[in-house]
């Protein structure tokens, strides 16, 4: 079961990624063409928030299945000397619960902003900060694309 849960995980990573370069993207053109603020900056944004809580969920899901998760909590001193599994144990659900709640704030702060220029900039910073976070929380040391 875990291995298919990280399958699921790793695919919809690609899922998140893409939801989160849109709406970076799209933000930060709105900031700076000054732009109205469309039902479609709307919609990436509801589809980066979607798919970011999606990937937390199926994340907690694994933290606690995990075999490295808990063999990191039955050893927590070689867990926080052991890079790959002090990655997991700590920094991977750390950046990716601050990331998760960045993109949140930054989602509800644009939605309630009172003018589209403000919509555009609260959403550009926090989603790029968010997305900052994401990339700094991915494990690079392992196969991107496992099983090809």
């Given amino acids: 079961m875990v291995e298919v849960l990280v399958a699921i995980h790793n695919v919809f990573r690609w899922v998140a990624l893409i939801a989160a370069f849109a709406a ?12 109205a603020y469309t039902r479609g900056d709307r ?7 979607a798919s970011m809580h999606t990937q937390l969920l199926l994340g907690l899901v694994l933290y ?3 075999p490295i998760v808990r063999s990191g909590f039955a050893d927590m001193s070689t867990a926080m000397s052991t890079r790959g599994i002090r990655f997991f144990v700590v920094e ?3 950046l990716m619960i601050v990331a998760v709640a960045v993109i949140q704030a930054g ?4 939605k309630k ?7 555009h900039k609260r959403g550009a910073i926090f989603y790029t900060v968010g997305l900052l976070l994401v990339l700094g929380g991915i494990p690079w040391f392992r196969p991107l ?4």
């Avoid at 919609?43 to 928030?49: C, E, M, N, W, Y």
């Avoid at 989602?107 to 644009?110: K, Q």
Wanted: hydrophobic letters at 50%; aromatic letters at 8%.
């Fill in 64 to 66: 606690g299945l995990s």
């Fill in 113 to 119: 902003a009172d003018d589209d220029a403000k919509k």
């Fill in 24 to 35: 970076v993207g799209t933000a930060w053109q709105g900031v700076l063409s000054k732009r």
């Fill in 43 to 49: 919609l990436r944004s509801v589809a980066l928030v």
């Fill in 107 to 110: 989602s509800i702060m644009a």
């Fill in 145 to 148: 694309f496992p099983g090809l």
């Fill in 92 to 94: 991977h659900i750390f």
